[in-house]
Nanobody, 117 residues
Framework: QVQLVESGGGLVQSGGSLTLSCAAS????????MGWYREAPGKERELVAD???????NYADAVKGRFTISRDNIKNTVYLRMNSLKSEDTAVYYC???????????WGQGTQVTVSS
């Protein structure tokens, strides 16, 4: 069994910053691509950013230049640094981790990010 533990969400004012983290543990030996998604009320879950094991990153247009994804391969942990937050960034953020050696993917429980204007 694989567990993903997310932390770092909360309430922040517009223009502020937050850092999310997601640590994978359990039966996952090594993580492949790791990513962050978000789901706002009434909207579908969307990709925010992801990062390959080798460090190649991919960002949604809406967060380019404001968010930075990074990872620690030893700790099987992925981070999302969010700067210049806007009210439209308000959502539940979920991490997603792919098992490096299988086709399995796993989701975190979600962490709420609320940006007040």
């Amino acid at each position: 069994q694989v567990q993903l533990v997310e932390s770092g969400g909360g309430l922040v004012q517009s223009g502020g910053s937050l850092t999310l983290s997601c640590a994978a543990s359990g039966s996952i030996v090594s993580a492949g691509t790791m990513g962050w998604y978000r789901e706002a009320p009434g909207k579908e879950r969307e990709l925010v950013a992801d990062i390959s094991r080798g460090g190649r990153t991919n960002y949604a247009d809406a967060v380019k230049g404001r968010f930075t994804i990074s990872r620690d391969n030893i700790k099987n942990t992925v981070y999302l640094r969010m700067n210049s937050l806007k009210s439209e960034d308000t959502a539940v953020y979920y991490c997603n981790v792919a098992d490096r050696y299988s086709s399995d993917t796993y989701w975190g429980q979600g962490t709420q990010v609320t940006v007040s204007s």
